[in-house]
C-alpha cells in the first residue's frame, strides 16, 4: 500500500520537474543558436542538468510505489534533488540579466528543495 506521504512526495517532484521544464521551455536562451556570453551558457546548461535530474528522481520515485525495499532508491533520489538544487542555484548565480523565466527557475528550486526535505523525511521515518 503507497502511504499519502509518498503520493504527496509524487505530486511536489512532478510539480518540481514542471516548474524546470517551463522554466526551460521560456528561456530566452533556448531560443537563440548563438548564446552571448559565457554564463548564460553556464545558465542554460545547469537547468537542463537540473531538470534530467529531477526527471530521473521522478522515475525513482514511481519505483519506489512498487518496489518494497525501498532504502537505497531513497537514498539515490535525495542525492539526486541535492544535485538538481545545486544546478538550480548555480543557473540563478550565474545568470547577469532579470528575464521572466527565472520566476519558474526560482520555483523549481524550492519545490525541489521541499521534496528533498519530504524525502529526507520518509527516509528517517520509514513509513513503510
Known amino acids: 500500500m503507497v502511504s499519502a506521504a509518498k503520493i504527496i512526495y509524487l505530486v511536489a517532484i512532478v510539480t518540481a520537474v514542471v516548474c524546470a521544464v517551463i522554466a526551460l ?14 554564463s548564460q551558457k ?8 537540473g531538470t534530467v535530474l529531477l526527471i530521473v528522481a521522478a522515475i525513482l520515485v514511481i519505483i519506489t510505489f ?7 532508491f531513497m537514498i539515490v533520489i535525495i542525492v539526486l534533488l ?17 528575464p521572466r523565466y527565472l520566476g519558474w527557475l526560482l520555483a523549481a528550486l524550492w519545490v525541489t528543495f521541499l521534496c528533498l526535505l519530504i524525502a529526507i523525511i520518509i527516509w528517517i521515518t520509514n513509513t513503510d
Open 82 to 98: 541535492g544535485l538538481a538544487i545545486l544546478c538550480f542555484i548555480i543557473a540563478l548565480v550565474v545568470i547577469d540579466m532579470n
Open 66 to 72: 512498487i518496489k518494497y525495499d525501498t532504502m537505497v
Open 42 to 49: 553556464v545558465n542554460l546548461s545547469f537547468i537542463i542538468i
Open 25 to 38: 521551455a521560456i528561456s530566452p536562451f533556448m531560443k537563440n543558436d548563438g548564446l552571448v556570453t559565457t
